[in-house]
C-alpha cells in the first residue's frame, strides 16, 4: 500500500487544493482497471472469467450475413460494439503494454487478454477483402432499451464499410490496432504477431486506397454516437506510424512525411492538442517524437506540435488548451470528461520518457517543462481520479472506500442472470433510487462537473457511465505509477 504524505498542497490556477490523509494504491487500481475490461466482453466467455455476473452474449452476431461476428468489446454502457472506438481502445491497451509491460507483474497476461480478446474480433470483422465491419448492432434501438447483454433482443445487424462505401477512420484504426498489438505478442507469440502486421498491412492499404469517412456510408448507424468529426487523414497517418513502428519499413515514414500537412491542416486547427477515439493527433506526434529525438532531428514538425502540446496541459501556461477544476482536474466540455483526463496524461507520460532518455526539457512560453513535471502534473489527474480531490471520492468502481454505485450500465444495474433468468426491457432499475446489482470493478465513469461535483445517478450518463478508451491509457498510468511509487 502507498502511504502518500497526509497533507499534500497542490496549487492549481492559483487556488489551492487540500487533500489529507489519501491512501493510493497504484497495483490494486491497475488490477481493477483490467478487471473492468471483462465486464465489457461480448461473447463467449472464457472459464477464467473473473466477473462471473456476467455471461454469454452476442453468440450469433453477424450470422445473419453469414459472417462470424462473435466477440469484442461494447463500448460503454450500452450493448453497441462500436468498433471505431473499440479500434482505438486496443492501440492504447497495447501502447500501454508496449511502455509499461515490463512494470505489470502478473497483470501482463490480464493485459494481453484484454488486448486479445479485441483483436481476435478485429480479424473477423477483417476476413472479407475489400470490406470491414464498422459496427454490430443497431445503435438508435438499443439506446431505447434497457437490457442486459445476456438478453438482448434488439437487432445485431452489423454494418461495414467497403470499396464502394469507404471509411478510412475506422479501417486505418483498426489497422493501427493490429499493428501495435502485433508488437505486443512478437516475443510470446510471433506466429499471432506476424498474422497481425500481415492484416494490419493489408487493412490499411485498403484505408489508403479507397479514401472516405464512414460518415457518409453508413451515417445513420454510427451517428451522433461516433461520428468522425475530425476527419480520416489523421487515422491515416496514425495507421502508418504504427505500422512504421511495427516493419520499421521507409516507405512508411515517407508516407508520414507526405502526409503530416493533411493532418496539421488549416481545417484542423486546434487539433493538435486532441488525442482520443476520434482525434489522434497529439498521439501522432508523440510516437513519432520518439524517432525524432533518437536522430536529433529537433526541428521536425512532430516535435514542435509535441512541444506545444505538452507545455499547453501545464497550468502555469500562458496559452491554456485545457481548463482546470477547482480540484485541479484537467476539464474539456462535452461528455466523459475523464476520456481526455487518462488520454492525455498517458501522452504527458510516454513524452516525459522519451525527453529523459535523450536528455531534453520543453521551452515553453514563460518557463522550462523537465520530463518530471510532466510525470508529476499527470500523478495528480491520476490521483484526483483516484480519490485525491474535493469530494474524497474515487471515479473508480470498487476502488477506496467511496465511489460510484449507480453508473449508466446496463448491465451493472440489472440483476445477473444467476439471480433473475429473464427480464426483458429493464427501465424500472433503470429509474429505481436503488444502487447497481453489480459492482462492474474498475470502471471509471465520466467523473465530476467543472466544479468537482458529481452526482451518483445513471440518469446523468456524461458523468457516470464508464468506456472502454477511458481505462485503456490509464492502464499504462497505473503501471509506471506503480513501478515508480511501490504498490
Not at 240 to 259: D, F, G
Amino acid at each position: 500500500m502507498v502511504f502518500l504524505a497526509m497533507v499534500i498542497v497542490t496549487i492549481m490556477m492559483g487556488k489551492v487544493v487540500i487533500a489529507d490523509g489519501v491512501k493510493l494504491d497504484y497495483g490494486e487500481a491497475l488490477t481493477k482497471s483490467l478487471l473492468f475490461f471483462e465486464g465489457q466482453r461480448s461473447g463467449k466467455l472464457p472459464i477464467n472469467q473473473r466477473l462471473s455476473w456476467r455471461k454469454d452474449s452476442g453468440l450469433r452476431d453477424g450470422f445473419d450475413q453469414g459472417v462470424d461476428l462473435v466477440g469484442g468489446y461494447y463500448d460503454a454502457g450500452d450493448n453497441i460494439k462500436f468498433n471505431f472506438p473499440m479500434a482505438f481502445t486496443t492501440t492504447v491497451l497495447a501502447w500501454s503494454v508496449i511502455e509499461f509491460g515490463s512494470s505489470m507483474d502478473n497483470d501482463l497476461k490480464n493485459a494481453l487478454e484484454a488486448i486479445r480478446w479485441s483483436t481476435d474480433y478485429l480479424i473477423k470483422c477483417t476476413n472479407t477483402p475489400g470490406v470491414v465491419y464498422a459496427q454490430v448492432g443497431d445503435a438508435v434501438v438499443d439506446h431505447n432499451h434497457w437490457e442486459r447483454p445476456e438478453d438482448m433482443d434488439t437487432p445485431r445487424t452489423a454494418f461495414a464499410v467497403s470499396t464502394k462505401s469507404p471509411g478510412s477512420e475506422v479501417s486505418a484504426e483498426i489497422a493501427a490496432a493490429l499493428a501495435a498489438s502485433s508488437i505486443v505478442f512478437k516475443r510470446s507469440d510471433p506466429k499471432y504477431s506476424d498474422f497481425l502486421l500481415r492484416r494490419a498491412i493489408q487493412v490499411f492499404q485498403f484505408a489508403d486506397k479507397y479514401q472516405g469517412s464512414y460518415n457518409d456510408g453508413i451515417r445513420r448507424w454510427v451517428c451522433p454516437y461516433y461520428c468522425d468529426f475530425s476527419g480520416y487523414q489523421d487515422e491515416l497517418v496514425w495507421g502508418a506510424a504504427w505500422i512504421y513502428k511495427a516493419t520499421n519499413r521507409t516507405s512508411y515514414w515517407k508516407y508520414l512525411m507526405e502526409n503530416i500537412d493533411k493532418v496539421e491542416s488549416p481545417q484542423n486547427a486546434g487539433s493538435w492538442n486532441e488525442f482520443g477515439w476520434d482525434t489522434k493527433n497529439a498521439g501522432i506526434n508523440v510516437l513519432v517524437s520518439k524517432y525524432i529525438l533518437n536522430n536529433k532531428q529537433h526541428s521536425s514538425p512532430f516535435l514542435r506540435w509535441a512541444d506545444k502540446f505538452a507545455c499547453s496541459l501545464l497550468p502555469e501556461s500562458l496559452s491554456p488548451s485545457v481548463e482546470f477544476t477547482p480540484g485541479g482536474l484537467m476539464f474539456k466540455p462535452g461528455m466523459v470528461n475523464s476520456q481526455r483526463v487518462t488520454a492525455l496524461s498517458f501522452l504527458l507520460v510516454v513524452y516525459a520518457r522519451y525527453l529523459k532518455q535523450s536528455d531534453r526539457v520543453i521551452a515553453c512560453d514563460r518557463f522550462v517543462a523537465t520530463p518530471s513535471r510532466l510525470t508529476y502534473f499527470a500523478r495528480t489527474q491520476v490521483d484526483y481520479i483516484l480519490g485525491k480531490n474535493p469530494m474524497n471520492m474515487s471515479y473508480m468502481v470498487g476502488y477506496g472506500e467511496k465511489f460510484p454505485e449507480s453508473i449508466h450500465h446496463r448491465g451493472s444495474s440489472l440483476p445477473s442472470i444467476d439471480q433473475v433468468p429473464h427480464i426483458g426491457n429493464g427501465w424500472d432499475y433503470f429509474l429505481s433510487n436503488n444502487t447497481n446489482h453489480n459492482l462492474l470493478t474498475g470502471a471509471i465513469v465520466g467523473g465530476p462537473d467543472i466544479n468537482d461535483q458529481y452526482n451518483d445517478t445513471r440518469h446523468d450518463a456524461g458523468h457516470s457511465e464508464p468506456a472502454t478508451y477511458v481505462n485503456a491509457p490509464l492502464v499504462g498510468l497505473l503501471a509506471y505509477f506503480k513501478s515508480i511509487y511501490g504498490s
